[in-house]
């Protein structure tokens, strides 16, 4: 449906995108993820005709979005501020968009902000952070396009609020097949909904992969030895420690084998244990740094 084509951007005359490819399938939920300055919001906002690639192309359905616009009607991008539209009571915004988006549906507008007991009268400026959050949602799926773009989506959103959201957003595409990319610092919201993960690591694209399948390439390991650590096991370019308290290290293994793990069994431990992964020990490994960002 979307392809990326080794996309590269410049701001203030430094690389932020680097030659970024893939490609965005109907009906399925992306998360773009990396560390601060990673730039996630300059991809979204290239993506989306905002910005102009120095070099490479977005392609909907074979058509470049910079060279014919009106194909840009077709996704959506909702950043994490909407101070623009501050002035505007939701009824005007919505007005707003149905100009641009032939396709604007008002009662399904209707319906959403009834669903989440959002005012429609009332001037967006007197809303609350998660308020308009929920409200730029709304827009977004109201205009019926088929791919949004969505930046830090859930702040400001209370936990009820954001369950209901999260749960919303898997219940639209499998009703109605629109993709969505979704970039995040919250893993865990990421690791519930999304089917496919990007990794972008200083402008570039350090993996895409299904997060199932980026789950099973990882092992994380428990192990506490009488000693220190055999330093060799510990500086294998596919191991990565993520905390020692200790003598107990918490360990990452990229492999599709499970020879290292068996190298660790050999040093016999006093404790080796085997734990579930979660996208957050992915995350580590992939980005590397704290696990805090």
């Not at 930046?151 to 999260?166: A, H, S």
């Not at 865990?188 to 993960?197: G, S, Y």
């Not at 299904?210 to 390991?221: A, F, G, I, M, T």
Request: hydrophobic residues 40%; charged residues 30%; negative net charge.
């Amino acid at each position: 449906m979307l392809s990326v084509k080794r996309l590269s951007k410049e701001m203030d005359g430094r690389p932020t995108l680097c030659e970024v490819s893939f490609e965005i399938e109907q009906g399925s939920i992306v998360g773009l993820l990396g560390r601060n300055g990673a730039g996630k919001t300059t991809l979204l906002r290239t993506m989306t005709g905002i910005l102009d690639p120095e070099e490479g192309c977005v392609e909907f359905e074979g058509k470049d979005v910079h060279r014919f616009p009106e194909y840009r009607r077709q996704f959506l991008y909702v950043p994490d501020s909407t101070e623009v539209f501050v002035g505007y009571t939701p009824d005007e915004w919505a007005d707003f968009y149905a100009a641009i988006y032939p396709a604007f549906d008002k009662a399904y507008y209707g319906q959403l902000m009834e669903r989440f007991e959002l005012p429609r009268r009332k001037k967006i400026k007197h809303f609350s952070k998660g308020m308009k959050a929920l409200t730029a949602m709304i827009m977004a799926f109201s205009a019926r396009v088929r791919l949004i773009l969505l930046d830090e989506p859930t702040n400001g959103l209370d936990p009820i609020v954001k369950k209901q959201v999260l749960a919303y957003l898997v219940e639209e595409v499998a009703e109605t097949g629109v993709s969505l990319i979704i970039s995040s610092h919250h893993l865990e919201e990421i690791e519930r909904i999304a089917d496919t993960v990007i990794w972008l690591k200083n402008g570039r694209i350090e993996e895409v992969m299904v997060l199932e399948q980026l789950k099973n390439s990882l092992h994380k390991l428990q192990v506490v030895f009488k000693d220190e650590a055999p330093a060799a096991l510990l500086e294998m370019p596919n191991v990565r420690v993520i905390s020692k308290v200790g003598r107990v290290y918490t360990v990452l293994i990229e492999e599709s084998e499970t020879d290292t793990v068996r190298l660790f069994e050999v040093e016999q431990p006093l404790l080796l244990e085997k734990m579930p992964i979660q996208l957050e020990d992915v995350y580590v490994f992939k980005l590397g740094g704290e696990r805090h960002v």
